[in-house]
């Protein structure tokens, strides 16, 4: 009986000091919520990683699996449509696309960009908004010229969403640093290298735009 009750009183005071350690930490939280880091900068992108990307594109669903890859200078969008099919924005830093698909449809588009892929510190830049809950996760909140908003984790600094002025928005599922597609992947098929005559096809890259690739809207829209 005595070591019942014992334990009894033992729970109550482990469940008071969770409660007294809560709100000490709700106040710590308002506390950094009205002290917020002075301009923090986003964390710059890992120079190679992979991440799985769950996109809402105006209604539209779609899971992006995005390959980034700094050091070869190439970045990948493998865009699997809701029961649709799977686009592959395949894009080289010397400014080439190419957008195409791997079924009997044979479609390809490839578009010359102005500019790379995104460069690693591509957000420097960007406005500080404060911080925000978003999936979950308290977030630091940067805008960059009006063009996304892009959330990241306070405390791991991985990226958590992003969303665009379009209201296209992107939640980060998996974020695996150092990962690499293999470069046998990295090869668009013979039929994009066909007709020639479609590149620069300005009626072809505005409907390229249109598309709903992130990174090549991004570097097409941003001249990053
Ligand atoms: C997807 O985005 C549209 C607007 O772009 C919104 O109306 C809809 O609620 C979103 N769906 C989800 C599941 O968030
Ligand atoms: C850019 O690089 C890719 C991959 O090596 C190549 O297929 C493409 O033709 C290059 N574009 C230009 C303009 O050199």
């Known amino acids: 009986m005595a070591s019942a009750s014992s334990f009894a009183t033992k729970a109550t005071n482990s469940i008071s000091l969770l ?5 000490f930490s709700l106040s710590i939280f308002s506390i950094t919520s ?12 890992p120079h190679q990683f992979h991440s799985i990307l769950v996109v809402n594109n105006s209604g539209s669903n779609q899971i992006i699996n995005l390959w980034y890859d700094w050091t070869n200078g190439r970045n990948f969008n493998i865009i699997r449509k809701q029961l649709g099919e799977v686009l592959y924005d395949l894009e080289w830093n010397n400014g080439t696309s190419f957008y195409y698909t791997l ?27 404060g911080q925000q809950k978003v999936d979950g996760f308290l977030c630091n909140v940067w805008e960059k010229v009006d063009f996304i908003w892009y959330y990241e984790d306070v405390v791991t600094k991985k990226p958590i969403h992003w969303v665009f002025y379009t209201g296209m928005e992107a939640h980060v599922m998996t974020f695996e640093v150092g990962a690499v597609l293999e470069d046998a992947n990295w090869q668009a098929p013979s039929y994009c290298f066909e007709k020639k005559e479609k590149e620069d096809n300005p009626k072809l890259k505005s409907s390229v735009n249109g598309e709903s690739s992130m990174e090549g809207f991004l570097r097409g829209s941003m001249g990053l």
């Open 19 to 23: 409660f007294f350690i809560s709100i």
């Open 34 to 45: 009205s002290n917020l880091p002075n301009n923090p900068i986003p964390t710059p992108w």
């Open 103 to 129: 079924d009997s449809n044979k479609k390809c588009k490839t578009v010359k960009f102005e500019v790379g892929i995104l460069r690693p510190n591509w957000l420097e830049d960007a406005n500080y908004l």
